[in-house]
């Protein structure tokens, strides 16, 4: 662990000042702006995981193409994060995938229809230290540009990513430090600084992300925020004069970068380090100034801070209200039998609101009211959340997904606190053979931020049993189910939809297209 200082540096106030002049300039210049079908982790900047287009039947796998060359497994586990897939507006299909044990990532293009690479490319990208192993997280922009990490916190871009080739000019790399800084000495940056989040675009095309510096470098850096206009200018704020608190020293890992619905707001959550306390924040997107921060609290011990682990992926999700909800784990760890809290804020983060039971690596979806034709509650929108009860951590092992009313309490079976009302629920459908003495155990829902088609009013779920499931809310049953592995204990990844309705999840290092 390192002591965490803020950046010295002669010069550096001209720098912000002129990046920041840069990028009033890129949000001005650019305000038209187009929504990708599928842009990034939960679809979108505000994480909604609501499609734009209808799913297919569930039928068959249509193609199939590994994520992970050398998936690692820990006995019958495989704890490993994978990126999720984009969607282009051609039906171009991206996603990272992982080309060694410990590193190594290239970056593939499938045609959305067949399956058949467009194009791949390696990047020198270096994950940073983890546990489980984290996703290397990508974005589009919409102006149709990729964006991808790669070595010393850069990132590499590509235009018109549908194309076997990019245009001319329409590839390179750039560090929000200053790309000269870089190539002066890229081992040092290399060795010294990794992007530690996805990447998330806004809509203008400007990018933002987290980062760690574990060593010195030319430039000062300390583990922090960043952001990179369409222009390409980047300026960066560290994390703990973000939250104004020595102490804190880095972005959570794998933390998603979420915005607000006008895109002025960026909100992020940074922390003491694994496993311990931190804030969210709220911060300006063109200068990265904090406008709103709060200390993350334990629901049922609010003396306690929340836990922030980087095992998770948990990221904010932003309502259609503004309203601002993160995922958290307990502490003590397993009071809450290793559920966590989805905590629940207003847009500035000035005031608490009703959280909901589970949050443990979890992106909450948005889940439109309308879709739900028994609901006759006072909210315009639901939250599509896991909602395990581990047996492993004192739970009785009923392990659900589960549609939540952030306006409507109850209270929780487990800790007695006031939580949001469960709306409808479902079931894992399949025994849990590891715990075979816990009556009523089953294999949990292994999705981390839910794909939700609003046109047929269904979800795409996948199971630690093998099976993807078609989650419809009229009927709140499973209607259709389609197995694609055999089932394996794993870390939790996302349910994707296309422009063509074709279904993408991610399971045993694998993604599978399914469809009719």
Same mark, same amino acid.
């Given at each position: 662990m390192f002591t965490v200082v803020a950046p010295s540096s002669s010069v550096l106030p001209f720098v912000r000042a002129l990046a920041v002049a840069t990028l009033l300039f890129a949000h001005a210049a650019h305000a038209q702006s187009i929504a990708f079908p599928w842009s990034s982790h939960g679809h979108?900047?505000?994480?909604? %995981?609501?499609?734009?287009?209808?799913?297919?039947?569930?039928? #068959?796998?249509?193609?199939?193409?590994?994520?992970?060359?050398?998936? @690692?497994?820990?006995?019958?586990?495989?704890?490993?994060?994978?990126? /999720?897939?984009? =969607?282009?507006?051609? $039906?171009?299909? =991206?996603?990272?995938?992982?080309?060694?044990?410990?590193? &190594?990532?290239? =970056?593939?293009?499938?045609?959305?229809?067949?399956?058949?690479?467009?194009?791949?490319?390696?990047?020198?990208?270096?994950?940073?230290?983890?546990?489980?192993?984290?996703?290397?997280?990508?974005?589009?922009?919409?102006? $149709? #540009?990729?964006?991808?990490?790669?070595?010393? &916190?850069?990132?590499y871009f590509r235009d018109n990513p549908e194309s076997p080739t990019a245009p001319p000019g329409g590839t390179g790399q750039i560090a929000f430090y200053g790309t000269a800084a870089y190539q002066a000495n890229p081992a040092t940056y290399t060795s010294n600084v990794e992007i530690n989040t996805p990447i998330t675009a806004d809509r203008y095309g400007n990018i933002y992300f987290g980062f760690v510096a574990t060593g010195p470098t030319s430039k000062n850096l300390v583990s922090g925020i960043a952001t990179i206009t369409i222009d390409g200018a980047g300026t960066w704020v560290s994390a703990a004069s973000a939250a104004a608190d020595p102490s804190i020293v880095e972005p959570v890992q794998n933390c998603a970068p979420a915005l607000s619905n006008d895109h002025r707001t960026l909100y992020i959550a940074v922390?003491?380090?694994?496993? *311990?306390? &931190?804030?969210?924040?709220?911060?300006?997107?063109v200068t990265l100034a904090t406008t709103g921060k709060v200390r993350l609290k334990d629901v049922d011990s609010p003396v306690s801070d929340a836990v922030l682990p980087d095992n998770g992926t948990a990221s904010p999700t932003i309502g259609p209200d503004g309203d601002v909800y993160f995922g958290v784990?307990?502490?003590?760890? /397993?009071?809450?039998?290793? #559920?966590?809290?989805?905590?629940?804020?207003?847009?500035?983060?000035?005031?608490?609101?009703?959280?909901?039971?589970?949050?443990?690596?979890?992106?909450?979806?948005?889940?439109?009211? *309308?879709?739900?034709? %028994?609901?006759?509650?006072?909210?315009?929108?639901?939250?599509?959340?896991?909602?395990?009860?581990?047996? @492993?951590? %004192?739970g009785g092992g009923a392990n659900k997904v589960a549609l939540l009313d952030p306006d409507v309490s109850e209270v929780d079976s487990v800790t007695g606190a006031l939580v949001m009302n469960e709306v409808l629920t479902q079931l894992g459908p399949t025994p849990d053979p590891g715990f075979p003495n816990t009556p009523g155990a089953v294999r949990e829902w292994c999705v981390n931020t839910v794909a939700i088609d609003p046109?047929?009013?269904?979800?795409?779920?996948?199971?630690?049993? +093998?099976?993807?499931? #078609?989650?419809?809310?009229?009927?709140? *049953?499973?209607?259709?189910?389609?197995?694609?592995?055999?089932?394996? %204990?794993?870390?939790?990844?996302? *349910?994707? =939809?296309?422009?063509? +309705?074709t279904a993408y999840v991610i399971a045993n290092a694998t993604l599978f297209a399914l469809g009719q």
């Open positions: 979108d900047p505000q994480h909604t %995981g609501l499609s734009q287009h209808a799913c297919q039947p569930l039928n #068959r796998i249509l193609w199939q193409a590994p994520v992970d060359l050398t998936p @690692q497994y820990s006995g019958t586990e495989l704890l490993a994060h994978y990126g /999720s897939p984009l =969607i282009t507006r051609q $039906n171009t299909v =991206i996603f990272p995938v992982k080309t060694a044990a410990n590193s &190594g990532f290239q =970056i593939e293009a499938h045609a959305g229809q067949s399956g058949a690479l467009v194009w791949k490319q390696t990047t020198d990208y270096v994950a940073p230290a983890h546990d489980w192993f984290p996703p290397c997280g990508i974005a589009l922009t919409p102006k $149709n #540009r990729l964006y991808y990490p790669g070595a010393g &916190g850069t990132v922390s003491y380090g694994s496993y *311990s306390g &931190g804030y969210l924040l709220a911060l300006d997107t784990l307990e502490d003590p760890l /397993s009071s809450n039998h290793y #559920r966590g809290w989805l905590l629940h804020f207003n847009k500035t983060l000035s005031q608490a609101k009703l959280p909901g039971a589970f949050g443990w690596d979890d992106t909450p979806s948005i889940v439109p009211a *309308s879709l739900v034709p %028994g609901y006759d509650g006072p909210s315009s929108y639901l939250l599509l959340t896991k909602y395990n009860n581990y047996a @492993q951590a %004192g046109f047929t009013k269904c979800a795409v779920v996948h199971n630690e049993d +093998g099976n993807v499931y #078609r989650w419809d809310f009229a009927s709140n *049953s499973l209607t259709q189910t389609l197995n694609v592995s055999t089932g394996l %204990g794993s870390a939790y990844t996302p *349910s994707v =939809i296309g422009v063509d +309705g």
